[in-house]
């Protein structure tokens, strides 16, 4: 006895996925090389040396060795009117001047040459033979979750649902009804919603894969962990395939080129790609655009990821995205259905 | 009377201001293999889909073994097998897994594997269809519309653009599903094979149906047996041979000649090389065959089954 139609189908959708090299390179090692090549971009850095400049006279050799014994300055013994040059256009924080008794010059507007003020004044009154009168300890932290790679690696997975989601569902039923497979299929007694179902299923499947890949590449190499609940990300990467599987469905439900689909997903996709917050912060578009970035399907499922992996949100704080997400995927699904071309 | 396989009337199908199909009756008789036999063009897969139920009709009436599209589908998927003209299967599955896929749609069906030795493609078991030549592909095709068992088996044109062997090879599997009592439906525009495979044919043209018999009742349409087909330089005008001899039965314009319709070749020949002669022409080609359905479709239209 064969299988049931529906296993059957997803089992074909599968194998003709893992028979693509082109499309298993871009599904699973595309984000790994992006997500390695962006997080060394942006890797965290120790702080840099604040440059300030000391004017050139009798005690500027005392003021420099003083200087120098601070990790977080890099001071220069220039004449006057360089140092006032340079201090005019950034290249130094702070000029020090004056003889036994300094002369600081600063910007107090500028946070660098505020932390540099307190730096060099520190640096020289040590050096005068200040004392400290209470001793205190330091303990330097790296806060997990606040750097840009723990940033950009739920972006990337956003990103990466929506392009396989879209593409896998998409592609494959434009390339069966140019090839009249959909006719073909139709002319049994198939069940219609069963080889749409079979696209949902096989692309679930693999989106298992998928996540699962890159979270733990993006563990082992970066250290980014899920700080929420693993079943509730889980959860959300399914609802985020099942969305965008949706929307790839719709997009494809007329098409009947290749040509043709591939310009509607760029359409659908690119202005995801910019304004869904994957490499920076949407907070930086105006308020009034917000609602409406907010209400995008990749917005929402990007949201959703970065509460549950860098907040450790729960459903209480991210049931809104999810639920845009949800309704994106079922009325998109529910239209594809109607208006879906089998010839 | 016991129901049709398949019977339609008046059917039409009309695309923006193109007939395709024109009124349209048709009975095919359980058991029987019936040919639409026409020119590219004619209307032929138009009416085989709509009989197939993938394309509604403009008008007319349609039933398939007793049933109706509307209401009957999934009753009527599980009882016909088809093969559309040039299907393209996945090219990444192997043969025997697009032929399980097709299984699974099934409730009752063929066993793939058995299938597969019938249509000599077990050795292609486990080969891509990408890889698949002309032949190989045509026979998949069918497989998958043999394999929930049907009834009736509609085939559109199923050996266009295959070599000889391949074609004798699709000949035999349906000669098989027919002694196994299976109807069928085929369309071709190679009168050859209509002659071959059909009980009866109907030569279709602009939508219509303008000749419908047994191979042997059409060709004897014709009212003669023989066909001389010549070429003169210069052409020479119809008058020339209108009254050529006893049993010429009419004449038609070829590319750069003409055909002629007689009795008795051993009458005619002669005669035919007197007149050419007397007219001062110069006879370039002659040749003579029996009577074919290529004939018959030229002498009624003009026209060629493969040009058009």
Known sequence: MPEPAIIELTKARMREFIREPEAVFWVFAFPMVLTLALGFAFRSKPPDRIPVAVVAGPHAAEQMAALAKSPALLPRVMDEAAAAAQLRTGKVSMLIGGGAEPLYRFDATRPDARTA????????QRAAGRQDLIKAREERVSEQGSRYIDFLVPGLLGMNLMGTGMWGVGFSIVNARMKKLLKR????????????LAQFFSRLIFLVFEVVFLIAFAWIVFNVRVH?????FGVITLIGG???SGIGLLVA????????????????????????????SYERFPDAAKPFIRALPLTALNDALRGVMNDGSGWAQVWMPVAILVAWGGISFALALKLFKWQ | MADAAIHCRGLKKYFSDVKAVDGLDLRVEPGECFGLLGPNGAGKTTTIEILEGLQPPDGGDVEVLGRRWKGDERELRERIGISLQETQFTDKLTVF???????????????????????????KRDARVGKLSGGQKQRLAVACALIGMPDILFLDEPTTGLDPQSRLQLWQVVTEFRANGGTVLLTTHYMDEAERLCDRIAIVDH?????????????AKLEAPNIIEFTSEPALPEETFANLCEGYHGCAKRADGWQLRVDSLAEAVPRLIAVVEKSGAKLRTLSTHAATLEDLFVAMTGRELRDA
């Open chain 1, 117 to 124: 003020r307190l730096e060099v004044d520190d640096a020289l």
């Open chain 1, 185 to 196: 299929l139709i002319a049994t007694p198939m069940r219609k919603t069963e080889y749409l």
């Open chain 1, 228 to 232: 929420g609940s693993f079943v509730t």
């Open chain 1, 242 to 244: 099942f969305a965008f």
């Open chain 1, 253 to 280: 439900s007329r098409a009947r080129t290749i040509e043709a689909v591939s310009g509607m997903m760029n359409l659908v996709m690119v202005p995801m790609w910019i304004g869904s917050g994957v490499f920076f």
């Open chain 2, 97 to 123: 897994e697009t032929l399980t896929l097709f299984r699974s749609f099934y409730r009752e069906g063929h066993d793939p594997d058995e299938l597969l030795r019938r249509l000599t493609l077990e050795e």
């Open chain 2, 207 to 219: 939508g219509k149906v303008i000749a419908l018999g047994t191979p042997k009742e059409l060709i």
